[in-house]
Nanobody, 124 residues
Framework: QVQLVESGGRLVQAGGSLRLSCAAS????????MAWFRQAPGKEREFVGA????????YIPDSMKGRFTISRDAAKNTVYLQMNSLNPEDTAVYYC?????????????????WGQGTQVSVSS
């Protein structure tokens, strides 16, 4: 099993920045890729980006490129989501997920482990 704990969510004003953290523990050697998702009230869970666990290769959807970046600290088993130029539409619960293989990681149902989520609220 892999345990994931997100942190860093809070209320921030539009135009501000936040860095979310996701700490992994347990059988971390089984992780192939980590991903971030978000879910706003009444909406489906949305893919935000991903990073390979060993090589640190990242993928950010075009809609979020330029504002969101993903990084990792292998020594700390922690993945980060840096979010800049936040706007109220970014308000959501942000989740990190872990996947044991390289398959369709951008689809929530294909991830194997999930954190409990952290709330990000952006005021106008």
């Amino acid at each position: 099993q892999v345990q994931l704990v997100e942190s860093g969510g809070r209320l921030v004003q539009a135009g501000g920045s936040l860095r979310l953290s996701c700490a992994a523990s347990g059988r971390t050697f089984s992780i192939y890729r980590m991903a971030w998702f978000r879910q706003a009230p009444g909406k489906e869970r949305e893919f935000v980006g991903a990073i390979s666990w060993s090589g640190g290769i990242t993928y950010i959807p075009d809609s979020m490129k330029g504002r969101f970046t993903i990084s990792r600290d292998a020594a700390k088993n922690t993945v980060y989501l840096q979010m800049n130029s936040l706007n109220p539409e970014d308000t959501a619960v942000y989740y990190c997920a872990a996947k044991r293989d390289s398959g369709r990681y951008w689809e929530p149902e294909n991830n194997d482990y999930w954190g409990q989520g952290t709330q990000v609220s952006v005021s106008s």
